[in-house]
């Protein structure tokens, strides 16, 4: 069994998994926009589709809070040809589970991250991680995705019971 602690959600911590999307970035410079009434900073995630054929998806979930603790992990999935983005819309926190690997999640680099209201995050490509997890209310998230329809929209991996939980943040 491996237990996961949440950590701050940094860019430099978060950075092997994917990008966190912010305008409270302080490592990418702002510059005016909107005579002077805006604060734009660009290119805060890289973002992909690795499928000639596939949409962008502009999606939106709803997501209720997690009330039992600790978390068991009962799954992890990956979209392996597509970044996955999601901007939380009215969150105060909510939890992001990601780990690395190919063939099945390698448990061994699975991170619990704790995100507040401000920060959105982008899963790279073939990013194993865990559905969007709120934390105190229901949360409401636009995400961006590139889809056709197939199978290689969505992989998921079923994990072994206990061999990954997550403590209450």
Not at 4 to 29: K, M, N, Q
Not at 98 to 111: F, K
Not at 151 to 160: F, I, K, M, P
């Amino acid at each position: 069994m491996r237990a996961l602690i949440a950590e701050a959600l940094t860019s430099e911590a978060y950075a092997p998994f994917g990008d966190v999307v912010s305008a409270e970035r302080s490592d990418i410079p702002a510059k005016p926009a909107n005579q002077g009434t805006a604060a734009r900073r660009d290119f805060l995630a890289a973002v992909a589709s690795l499928r000639p054929g596939a949409a962008l998806n502009v999606c939106s979930f709803r997501c209720s809070p997690k009330t039992a603790w600790p978390l068991p992990v009962a799954l992890l999935e990956k979209h392996p040809l597509s970044t996955q983005v999601f901007i939380p819309m009215n969150a105060r926190r909510y939890l992001v589970l990601v780990a690395l690997g190919d063939e099945a999640p390698d448990l061994a680099t699975a991170r619990a991250f704790l995100a507040s209201a401000v920060q959105g995050v982008s899963y790279r490509p073939g990013v194993w991680h865990h559905p969007m997890i709120a934390l105190d209310d229901t949360i409401d998230f636009t995400c961006l995705v590139w889809e056709d329809g197939t199978a290689g929209d969505c992989v998921v991996a079923s994990l072994t019971e206990g061999a990954l939980i997550v403590g209450r943040p």
